[in-house]
């Protein structure tokens, strides 16, 4: 990745400590919640799809869950990781929004979902997303790690996160285009790790 985008050797430490926090989060049974908005919220849905199923290499089940399952429905399934978009509960963030508040949906969805060993990831152009710095809040009550990744400036979530991924560009559509290889990146990573 670095050598198609120079640019983001300046992360590379970054990039390598969220994939040990991710991995270390899946390798102990926990899961990966994540969070966004507008485009951000596009890219969690999409590194979620990423993760769900098979990426760049094949995933087949294991088998013991072969076993179980048979061989029809095993052919048709992928090893799957535990990553979750909450960007996805459309009846449950209107719901809030008209109730309660909508700044707290994030925050809300981590305390039903999250366990304290999950994993936070906030995607954040600017960094002070009032709704994601709830989310942020919350996991770190409840005792997840949360990391970000966001513009340059890293905004707040520069100092609230565990670990933060700030991509070189300052301009909302440029650190988008930034964020997708580094995802890209990570669930290689994260495939490759847990599927060989």
């Known amino acids: 990745m670095i ?8 992360c590379e430490k970054e990039i390598t400590g969220v994939f040990e926090i991710l991995r270390d989060a899946l390798a102990g049974g926990g899961k990966v919640l994540l969070c ?6 596009a890219d969690c849905e999409h590194w979620s799809g990423e993760m ?8 087949p089940v294991t ?19 535990p990553v979750i978009p909450l960007t996805g509960f459309m009846s449950l963030s209107t719901a809030y929004a008209n109730d309660c508040h909508s700044a707290y949906i994030f925050a809300q969805l981590v305390l039903g979902l999250g366990r304290k060993d999950d994993v936070l990831v906030v995607i954040s152009t600017s960094g002070n997303s009032e709704n994601i710095l709830y989310a942020v809040e919350t996991a770190h009550a409840l005792g997840l790690k949360a990391v970000g990744l966001t513009g340059n400036a890293g905004g707040v979530l520069k100092d ?10 300052e301009k909302t559509y440029r650190v988008q285009e930034l964020h997708l290889p580094v995802y890209h990146a990570i669930s290689l990573m994260l495939e490759e790790e847990f599927f060989g």
């Not at 050598?3 to 300046?10: I, S, W, Y």
């Not at 088998?63 to 990781?81: F, I, T, W």
């Open 160 to 169: 609230v996160c565990d670990l933060c991924i700030r991509v070189p560009e």
């Open 52 to 59: 769900l199923k098979g990426f760049e290499g094949d995933r």
């Open 3 to 10: 050598e198609r985008h120079r640019e983001l050797a300046a």
């Open 63 to 81: 088998p013991d869950l072969r076993a179980q399952l048979g061989e029809d429905l095993a052919d048709k399934l992928q090893g799957s990781l």
């Open 36 to 41: 966004g908005n507008g485009g951000s919220a």
